[in-house]
């Protein structure tokens, strides 16, 4: 996990991947709609796995030139919520139920990268780890753990 783009087109499955990336982003604009006005793009997504780009925007930074902890969080919840379906498929009843976040690392005024795995996905709750970094440096910037509440189905 180094920030490097993963590759994957838009509407190719890969890793036997229960979903597209369209299918992802569809349920972002529909259920997300924070994350999609953030334009958040899903480079890669595979079973269990997902790469995601922030963009930088200035509206991102706070005083000092950092970008703030909560557009973090919000990349890092985004691409674990994308690996969780990646693992599951199409389930956007799936809710955050723990996030924690250790900030490494100033982040350069930049895009963001996000590299989310899933550790274990149960039956009703799925936990979930991302780094992330700013685009184009290996140094990682912060590392999320998060647990989410799968819906029955």
Not at 60 to 82: E, H, K, Y
Not at 95 to 100: K, P, Q, W, Y
């Amino acid at each position: 996990m180094n920030g490097k783009e993963n590759g994957g087109g838009s509407s190719r499955m890969t890793e036997d991947a229960r979903i597209t990336i369209a299918e992802f982003e569809r349920i972002v604009e529909e259920s997300l709609p924070l994350a999609a006005a953030w334009k958040i793009e899903t480079r890669a997504l595979h079973h269990g796995r997902a790469t995601l780009r922030l963009g930088f925007d200035a509206g991102f930074l706070r005083p000092g030139g950092t970008i703030s902890g909560p557009i973090q969080m919000g990349l890092a919840d985004v691409a674990i919520f994308a690996a969780l379906l990646g693992a599951i498929g199409p389930v956007p009843g799936a809710v955050t139920s723990n996030l924690s976040i250790n900030f490494l690392r100033r982040p350069k005024p930049s895009p963001l990268i996000a590299e989310a795995r899933m550790l274990k996905v149960g039956r009703k709750l799925a936990v979930g780890e991302v780094e992330l970094y700013s685009e184009g440096d290996p140094e990682m910037l912060a590392h999320v753990v998060a647990t989410y509440a799968i819906p029955a189905a």
